[in-house]
C-alpha cells in the first residue's frame, strides 16, 4: 500500500446486502471504490453487533482493492492477531476502547497491518497528539458509532487541528458517518482524503443494478474535488 492524499472513497459495506457480501464486495470495487470499508461491532463498546473474524476473512476472499477494517470492539488487543489472519490491511481501533491504544497501535504493526486510531465525535484531537507516531490512519467519527444511515456531526475544526498536528508525517485522515455530497467537500478541505460512506453508496442500488452505486461513488467524488 503506497501512500498519498488523493482522495479515496471507502464504502462500508454495513449497508450491503448481509447475505450477498461476496458479490456486494465485487460491485462497489468494480464501481470504482477504493477500500472497502469494514464495520466490526461487538454489542459491548458499541450498541450494536455485526461480525467477527472468520466473516471477515471471508470477506477478504473477495477484495481487491485495500481492506479497511473499522473496530468498533472493546478489549482490542486480545483479537489482533484474529483480524491480521483474516487478512486485514489496515485495524483501526477507538482511542476510547481501552487504556493502553499506544500498545495497542504498536501490536497492529507488529502483526503485519496498517495500524489506524479512530474518535468518536466527544474526544478531541489532542487524545492522539502522541500517537500520531505510530499510526497510519487517524478516523474522525462524524456519527456516535453503531449505525450507519446517521445523521453527520461537523467536525471540520477537528480534522484541521489534526491536518496541523500530522504535518508530513504519512498518516490518512478518514472520515466516517453521515458523508454524503452534501457533506464531502467540507471535510476534504479541512484535509481529510479518506471518505466512508455506506447509506450514500448503497442507497438506490443493488447488485443487480450496480451502477447506482457507481453514480453514487462519482458523486460523492465529484462533490468531495469543488
Ligand atoms: C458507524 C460506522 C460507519 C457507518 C457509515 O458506526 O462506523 O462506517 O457504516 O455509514 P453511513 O455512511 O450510512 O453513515
Ligand atoms: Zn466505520
Same mark, same amino acid.
Given at each position: /500500500?503506497?501512500?498519498?492524499?488523493? &482522495?479515496?472513497?471507502?464504502?462500508?459495506?454495513?449497508?450491503?446486502?448481509?447475505?450477498?457480501?461476496?458479490?456486494?464486495?465485487?460491485?462497489?470495487?468494480?464501481?470504482?471504490?477504493?477500500?472497502?470499508?469494514?464495520?466490526?461491532?461487538?454489542?459491548?463498546?458499541?450498541?450494536?453487533?455485526?461480525?467477527?473474524?472468520?466473516? &471477515?476473512?471471508?470477506?477478504?476472499?473477495?477484495?481487491?482493492?485495500?481492506?479497511?477494517?473499522?473496530?468498533?470492539?472493546?478489549?482490542?488487543?486480545?483479537?489482533?492477531?484474529?483480524?491480521?489472519?483474516?487478512?486485514?490491511?489496515?485495524?483501526?481501533?477507538?482511542?476510547?476502547?481501552?487504556?493502553?491504544?499506544?500498545?495497542?497501535?504498536?501490536?497492529?504493526?507488529?502483526?503485519?497491518?496498517?495500524?489506524?486510531?479512530?474518535?468518536?465525535?466527544?474526544?478531541?484531537?489532542?487524545?492522539?497528539?502522541?500517537?500520531?507516531?505510530?499510526?497510519?490512519? &487517524?478516523?474522525? /467519527?462524524?456519527?456516535?458509532?453503531?449505525?450507519?444511515?446517521?445523521?453527520?456531526?461537523?467536525?471540520?475544526?477537528?480534522?484541521?487541528?489534526?491536518?496541523? /498536528?500530522?504535518?508530513?508525517?504519512?498518516?490518512?485522515?478518514?472520515?466516517?458517518?453521515?458523508?454524503?455530497?452534501?457533506?464531502?467537500?467540507?471535510?476534504?478541505?479541512?484535509?481529510?482524503?479518506?471518505?466512508?460512506?455506506?447509506?450514500?453508496?448503497?442507497?438506490?442500488?443493488? &447488485?443487480?443494478?450496480?451502477?447506482?452505486?457507481?453514480?453514487?461513488?462519482?458523486?460523492?467524488?465529484?462533490?468531495?474535488?469543488?
Amino acid at each position: /500500500m503506497s501512500f498519498d492524499r488523493s &482522495v479515496k472513497i471507502a464504502p462500508s459495506i454495513l449497508s450491503a446486502d448481509f447475505a450477498d457480501f461476496g458479490r456486494e464486495i465485487r460491485a462497489i470495487e468494480d464501481q470504482g471504490a477504493d477500500w472497502v470499508h469494514v464495520d466490526v461491532m461487538d454489542g459491548h463498546f458499541v450498541p450494536n453487533l455485526t461480525f467477527g473474524p472468520p466473516a &471477515v476473512k471471508a470477506f477478504r476472499r473477495h477484495v481487491t482493492t485495500v481492506m479497511d477494517v473499522h473496530l468498533m470492539i472493546s478489549p482490542v488487543d486480545p483479537y489482533i492477531d484474529a483480524y491480521a489472519e483474516a487478512g486485514a490491511d489496515i485495524l483501526t481501533a477507538h482511542v476510547e476502547a481501552g487504556a493502553h491504544t499506544h500498545r495497542t497501535l504498536q501490536a497492529i504493526r507488529a502483526a503485519g497491518m496498517k495500524a489506524g486510531v479512530a474518535l468518536n465525535p466527544g474526544t478531541p484531537a489532542e487524545a492522539v497528539e502522541h500517537l500520531l507516531d505510530l499510526a497510519d490512519l &487517524v478516523c474522525v /467519527m462524524t456519527v456516535n458509532p453503531g449505525f450507519g444511515g446517521q445523521r453527520f456531526i461537523d467536525m471540520t475544526e477537528k480534522v484541521r487541528r489534526l491536518r496541523a /498536528m500530522i504535518g508530513d508525517r504519512e498518516v490518512h485522515i478518514e472520515i466516517d458517518g453521515g458523508v454524503d455530497t452534501g457533506t464531502a467537500r467540507r471535510v476534504v478541505e479541512a484535509g481529510a482524503d479518506v471518505l466512508v460512506a455506506g447509506s450514500a453508496v448503497f442507497r438506490g442500488g443493488s &447488485v443487480e443494478d450496480a451502477s447506482v452505486y457507481g453514480r453514487n461513488i462519482a458523486a460523492i467524488r465529484e462533490a468531495a474535488a469543488g
